[in-house]
């Protein structure tokens, strides 16, 4: 007899209970994802104005090590690891491109001025070339849509601030 009471007192979740529940965590998770999208964004672009001052600091050294020269666009950035002295020991990924894809880097025609850049949250390059008087060249209307995250030693004229 008491056991059978306590039985009757204990209460099981209903199916309607449980399909509100459901329903409140989809709506939970429908507003907060887009937010977390956005902070790996967000993440993902600290990280690569990051290795791009890394980048770009092994180029200056690499600048002053060998007769003040850049590496050419066709020895790309791995130039940078057999460098002496070795400023860094691998050339980082783009977080923005898929698969393993180094940062981007082009050399103005006269060899003065670079820009390293990695293609931004939209995995498009809109950067397309720098000018021999260091001006960051980019396709589009890159002064107002730009997403692109670069370094350069020339001029981020073009590229929305914070980016270059």
């Not at 060899?111 to 949250?121: A, D, F, K, R, T």
Request: proline share 4%; aromatic share 8%.
């Amino acid at each position: 007899m008491h056991q059978q009471n306590r039985l009757q007192g204990q209460r099981a979740f209903t199916l309607i209970e449980m399909m509100i529940v459901i329903v409140v965590i989809a709506i939970l998770l429908g507003v907060l994802l887009p937010q977390f999208r956005g902070t790996q964004d967000e993440a993902r672009m600290q990280r690569a104005k990051s290795e791009l001052r890394t980048v770009a600091t092994a180029m200056e050294s690499y600048y002053i090590h060998n007769s003040n020269a850049f590496p050419t666009e066709a020895q790309g950035l791995t130039q940078l690891i057999t460098a002496t002295p070795r400023v860094i020991s691998s050339v980082p990924d783009d977080p923005f491109r898929s698969g393993s894809n180094d940062y981007s880097y082009q050399l103005s025609s006269n060899s003065q001025y670079y820009v390293l850049y990695s293609y931004g949250p939209d995995a498009t390059a809109a950067i397309t070339d720098i000018s021999t008087a260091g001006v960051v060249q980019c396709s589009g209307a890159c002064a107002t849509s730009i997403d692109d995250i670069c370094m350069t030693n020339g001029n981020p004229v073009g590229a929305t601030s914070g980016n270059c």
